[in-house]
């Protein structure tokens, strides 16, 4: 009697395992961790896709009136916060500025900037930390061009090149404080900006 | 993994005792699950924490050079005004004296509103001969009551539309005026 061939339900699945563990490896390389901010905005739409660079960028926050100031590298954070430093006589320890690499934005006076790195690591991102903003209204306590300032000397002087200028404007703020950001970046001759925004097609 | 134990639960009776017969394949199944479930999990994160940007590019305050200044054509120059509560409006030529006596006409956002008449003003240029960067120029005046979704809409009715030449600028106190 001609016995039925008995086909095995199982398939091989290396080949398979091999595949998804390369493109898994794939995609946890290239992905980008997102980082906290202290202010989460809500971005406008547009229909460009210019990609945004990820080093040598200033990106400035806008919300409420008050801007949130970020710096993206590490060694970056270190040299604009002491040029900083001296600026405003501030002294700060080895200890402060390990804390104040690991903020990836923030909004404070520089001379409240010592009690905030005085809290536990955990707490330095909690938006209540940050409630005032960089201040900037009043010319004669400009720091955000201070530190806009300080971090284009900075990275020209270690790295022979522009910083660039990202703005983060929330879709509902006032368009006078979006202006009022750009007029205190061009008189410094910053006149190139990423507006950072959604995407969507050009169809509304 | 129900491969991993493949003796059957037998080996009663006065058999010899013969050693296991192991089977080298794994189930991975499971572990193919996972990895794709992660997978999906690493694209659909990267794609969307990569927001876009917009260029902006303004022109240099300081050393101005008076020479560099050049004269504009007043059916060429068309100037956006956006106020407060997402309200638009645009004029050809100039504020005092507008081309073909048509003062400063409401808009409204979008593909039926703004976008239409830039693209009819561009039409008009291109049958005069006017193209590119000799075409259109649109000046962008904005309140500093209106929101900065307002002025990238308008920003970015330029890059939809194609207008090679357009500068944010300042308002007027006759303009804001009319804002109001």
Redesign the interface.
Known sequence: MAKMKKSST?I???A??DV??L??TF??L???A?TPEVHPVD??????????PTSDIVTLT?DEEKVYFGLSGKDDKIDVLERMGKEYNVQFTKEEIEKFTTMENFGVDIRELKQLLAKPVGELMKPENHLKGIPFQDSLNDQLSAWVRHSRESTYARKKDFVKV?IK????????T??KV?QIL??Q?Q?????????RD??? | MAELNTDGGGGKGGKKVRSKKQNAGVDLTAMVDLAFLLITFFMLTTSLSKPQSMELTMPDKKDVDVTEKQEAKESKTMTILIGKDNSLKYYMGMFDNPYQEVGPTDATYGKEGIRKVILQKMANLKAAGFEGKDGLLVLIKSTDEATYTNMIDILDEMAITGVKLYAINDMTDAEKEIMQ
């Open positions: 199982r091989d699945m290396t398979m395992c998804s563990f493109l898994l995609f946890v290239t992905s980008t997102k971005l406008p739409n547009s229909t460009k896709e210019t990609k945004i806008v990202a404007g929330n879709a509902e703020e006032k368009f006078g979006v202006n750009v061009q008189e001759r006149n190139r900006f990423y507006l950072v925004t959604g995407l050009s169809d509304f």
